[in-house]
């Protein structure tokens, strides 16, 4: 059963609401609001004119769109960010531009994409000790190269 999220565009930007390019992708793509451009090593804050209200219980997963990290090494600097469900400003991008050249960013141009994701009921429990594993703390590498 479909969930409902209300969401607003900002005055303006109705032509930059939300839209899926295909009825069964997992996420909708955002647009931005304005132009500008994003410089190399750079990171750009790009807002896109939409307001959600998220139900108690939901995120939205704001995430790269592989198109752009593929030919233009522009990526969004944390992937996935989170839109609360408490939140009611704008949804901004946070593009970084790993690549060598300024990338323009024109008004309308899709961004990134947002899914929408529910989230367990979790309740963290203070221990003394945790259980043993085969792994037990390795990480960074701890597998190996192969």
């Known amino acids: 059963?479909?969930?409902?999220?209300?969401?607003?565009m900002q005055e303006g930007a109705e032509d930059l609401a939300p839209k899926k390019a295909h009825e069964d992708d997992a996420a909708w793509d955002l647009k931005s609001r304005v132009d500008v451009e994003a410089?190399?090593?750079?990171v750009t804050l790009v807002p896109t004119g939409l307001f959600l209200e998220l139900?108690?219980?939901?995120e939205a997963q704001i995430r790269p769109r592989s198109g752009l990290a593929l030919?233009?090494?522009?990526?969004?600097?944390?992937?996935p960010g989170t839109i609360d469900a408490g939140y009611r400003g704008e949804v901004c991008v946070i593009l970084f531009n790993a690549g060598e050249n300024v990338f323009p960013?024109?008004?309308?141009?899709?961004?990134?994409?947002?899914?929408?994701?529910?989230?367990?009921?979790?309740?963290?429990?203070?221990a003394v000790e945790l259980n043993e594993t085969d792994r037990n703390a390795g990480g960074f590498g701890s597998t190996g190269i192969h």
Do not use: C, E, W
């Open 1 to 8: 059963m479909p969930i409902s999220v209300r969401f607003k």
């Open 39 to 42: 410089a190399p090593g750079k």
């Open 55 to 58: 139900p108690a219980g939901y």
């Open 71 to 79: 030919k233009n090494a522009v990526t969004l600097l944390n992937t």
């Open 105 to 126: 960013v024109h008004r309308g141009d899709r961004i990134a994409q947002m899914v929408i994701a529910a989230l367990p009921q979790v309740v963290l429990t203070p």
